[in-house]
C-alpha cells in the first residue's frame, strides 16, 4: 500500500513563496505528480517528477529524493489565484494515490 | 491536450433510485479509466479501475454491485449508483490515461487527464 503525508493547511502573503512537502512511502515507485484542484472542480495537472531533482516550469517548481520518500512543491511570486488545495500523487505498479491535500490560502 | 468529458455535470435523485454517470475521452482512446469519489475537503479516493472490454478491479470497501461500472469502448466509461443513499452524496471524478503522451512535453504517459467532475446529491 501507500502513505502519502502531506500538511492540511498552509496560508502564505501574495507576492511571497511557499513550500509543500509530501512524503509517500510506496513499494514500485514509478513518479510522483502534484494537481491543483480548486473547490468544487476537477485536479488539474501541475508537476511530475520520476528522477531525483528539481523540475521547474514557470512560478512552480517540484523537488522529488526517492531515497527520502519525500518531494515538494515550491510556488512563487504566489498570486491570489493560488488559492487552492495542492495534491500529492504517488505511483506504483498499479494505479495512483492521492495525499490528502495541501489547502492553500493565500492573503494579500 | 487530452479532454475528459463527465456528464451530467450535477444531478439530484431521490433515495432509493438509480444514477449513471457517464465518461468520455474526447480526442485519445482510453484502455484504463479511473474513477475516484471525494467528500468536502477530503481528497480523492480512487474507487476502481475500469479496463475496457473486461471488468473493473474494484478497491477495498467499494461495492462492486452497488457501484456498477461498464467501459464498453475506448473512449466510453460510466458508473451507475444504483439505489442510492444520502451517504452516496458526493463528488465523483473519473479519469483517463492517454498513453500517446509518452514523453510529450516531458510528461509521462502515466498522466491522468481528469473529467469535471459530477455532483451528486441524494435526498
Known amino acids: 500500500g501507500q502513505n502519502i503525508d502531506q500538511p492540511t493547511e498552509m496560508t502564505a502573503t501574495e507576492g511571497a513563496i511557499v513550500q509543500i512537502n509530501c512524503t509517500y512511502q510506496?513499494?514500485?515507485?514509478?513518479?510522483l505528480f502534484w494537481y491543483q484542484q480548486h473547490a468544487g472542480e476537477a485536479p488539474t495537472f501541475l508537476s511530475y517528477?520520476?528522477?531525483?531533482g528539481l523540475e521547474e516550469k514557470g512560478r512552480f517548481s517540484s523537488f522529488l529524493s526517492r531515497s527520502k520518500g519525500y518531494s515538494y512543491l515550491l510556488l512563487k511570486e504566489l498570486q491570489m489565484k493560488d488559492s487552492a488545495s495542492y495534491l500529492c500523487?504517488?505511483?506504483?505498479?498499479?494505479?495512483?494515490?492521492f495525499g490528502a491535500g495541501t489547502r492553500l490560502t493565500v492573503k494579500p | 491536450g487530452a479532454v475528459v468529458s463527465q456528464h451530467p455535470s450535477r444531478v439530484i435523485c431521490k433515495s432509493g433510485t438509480s444514477v449513471k454517470i457517464e465518461c468520455r475521452s474526447l480526442?485519445?482512446?482510453?484502455?484504463?479509466m479511473f474513477w475516484y469519489r471525494q467528500f468536502p475537503k477530503q481528497s480523492l479516493m480512487l474507487m476502481a479501475t475500469?479496463?475496457?472490454?473486461?471488468?473493473?478491479?474494484?478497491e477495498q470497501g467499494v461495492e462492486k454491485d452497488k457501484f456498477l461500472i461498464n467501459h464498453a469502448s475506448l473512449t466510453l466509461s460510466t458508473l451507475t449508483v444504483t439505489s442510492a443513499h444520502p451517504e452516496d452524496s458526493s463528488f465523483y471524478i473519473c479519469?483517463?490515461?492517454?498513453?500517446?503522451?509518452?514523453?510529450?512535453?516531458?510528461?509521462?504517459?502515466?498522466?491522468?487527464?481528469f473529467g469535471p467532475g459530477t455532483r451528486l446529491t441524494v435526498t
Open positions: 479519469s483517463a490515461r492517454d498513453p500517446g503522451q509518452s514523453g510529450l512535453a516531458g510528461k509521462s504517459s502515466y498522466e491522468q487527464y
Open positions: 510506496t513499494s514500485g515507485f514509478n513518479g
Open positions: 517528477n520520476v528522477l531525483d
Open positions: 500523487a504517488v505511483r506504483d505498479r498499479r494505479d495512483m494515490r
Open positions: 480526442d485519445f482512446q482510453a484502455t484504463t
Open positions: 475500469s479496463n475496457e472490454g473486461s471488468k473493473a478491479t474494484y
